[in-house]
C-alpha cells in the first residue's frame, strides 16, 4: 500500500491549490478516503473525507465552503481543491484511507500560507 501525495507550494493568503493523492496496493475504488492536515506544534486534524463511490462528501467546519474533496476511481487518485487560503491552512497535508489495515501514511505534501 502506498500514498503519494502532491501539489502543495508556497501561495498567497486568498490563493488556491489542489492536492492529488495516488494511491497503489489495494482496491482504490472500495474504500472511502480522506485528507488530513498537520500543522507545526499540533496534532493530526482530518479536513475532508469521501465515500468509495465519491457520492458522499464531508468537510471539517474549518475549511467548508473553501476546500472540496474529489476522487476519480479511473485513476486511482483523490484530489483536494482549496480555496480562499488562510495562513491557518498552513500544514502538510496526507491523505488515507481509514479503514485500511494495517494503517500507511505517505510522506505528505508541504502547504505554505505566507505573503
Known amino acids: 500500500v502506498q500514498f503519494v501525495e502532491s501539489g502543495g507550494g508556497l501561495v498567497q493568503p486568498g490563493g488556491s491549490l489542489v492536492l492529488s493523492c495516488l494511491a497503489s496496493?489495494?482496491?482504490?475504488?472500495?474504500?472511502?478516503m480522506s485528507w488530513y492536515r498537520q500543522a507545526p506544534g499540533k496534532e493530526r486534524e482530518l479536513v475532508a473525507s469521501?465515500?468509495?463511490?465519491?457520492?458522499?462528501?464531508k468537510h471539517a467546519d474549518s475549511v467548508k465552503g473553501r476546500f472540496t474533496i474529489s476522487r476519480d476511481n479511473a485513476k486511482n487518485t483523490m484530489y483536494l481543491r482549496m480555496n480562499s487560503l488562510e495562513p491557518e491552512d498552513a500544514a502538510v497535508y496526507y491523505c488515507n484511507a481509514p479503514l485500511l489495515v494495517p494503517e500507511v501514511w505517505g510522506q505528505g505534501t508541504l502547504v505554505t500560507v505566507s505573503s
Open positions: 496496493g489495494f482496491t482504490f475504488s472500495r474504500y472511502d
Open positions: 469521501i465515500s468509495s463511490a465519491g457520492y458522499s462528501l
